[in-house]
């Protein structure tokens, strides 16, 4: 929490419109999450390959060999289906190609949906539309249906998901932290402070005994 109110603090966000998210997010899945999430401690692997959205993730992941478990910060899953990988896990705020979020939950893939104070309104056209696994997350104080696992944007709040579920090492693929993917309507120095926000909080995790390297280690 004493993260979150430095992050409050330094883009100005409203915690009462994260509260007021969360609440409605939690109105429309209910308890929803208690069971997905007890399914998702149940023989969750050690280790895991996560992508992010940048513009590098294709080139990335055509010349990676895995087939473990696979995460997906947000818009990460449309890249990761096109270029043939099976998608385990997504954590989104609803920001990226939403359907195929969507349909991807339908086939029994587990979603961490995100509430904040500026997606209310993609909450409330598309919460109620993930059929499979759900769990809600918030950044603030959570309404009892919903988590906070700490984590600030959809990739380093899925680190810190995996965290909670006792990864030990985690393979990056899509991560660029100096050059943000361009969005209509979003500030790229924006995205830029928020990826350094990002990037401190991987390197909390790693200074709590997760590792976590990039997945071209891999052999190949």
């Known amino acids: 929490m004493p993260l979150y109110d430095e992050i409050c603090s330094e883009f100005g966000f409203s915690k009462q419109a994260d509260r007021a998210s969360a609440r409605l997010l939690a109105s429309i899945i209910g308890d929803k999450g208690r069971g997905s999430m007890e399914s998702m401690r149940r023989g969750f692997p050690k280790q895991v390959l996560l992508c992010g959205g940048s513009r590098s993730l294709a080139d990335e992941l055509s010349s990676i060999v895995f087939d473990g478990f696979v995460v997906a910060a947000d818009g990460a899953t449309t890249t990761l289906l096109e270029s043939g990988f099976k998608v385990d896990m997504i954590v989104t705020d609803l920001d990226g190609i939403v359907e195929d979020q969507i349909d991807q939950n339908s086939k029994g893939t587990t979603v961490f949906l995100h509430a904040h104070g500026d997606n209310q309104s993609a909450i409330r056209r598309h919460a109620d539309k993930f059929a499979g696994p759900l769990v809600g997350t918030c950044q603030s104080v959570p309404p009892p249906q919903l988590y906070n696992f700490g984590g600030f944007t959809d990739g380093d709040r899925a680190a ?61």
């Open 160 to 220: 810190c998901i995996c965290a909670e579920l006792d990864v030990a090492e985690i393979l990056l693929a899509g991560f660029d932290f100096e050059n943000p993917s361009k969005k209509t309507g979003r500030d790229v120095e924006i995205k830029r402070r928020k990826l350094a926000w990002a990037r401190r909080i991987l390197d909390m995790l790693r200074q709590d005994g997760m590792r976590i390297i990039s997945a071209s280690e891999l052999p190949r």
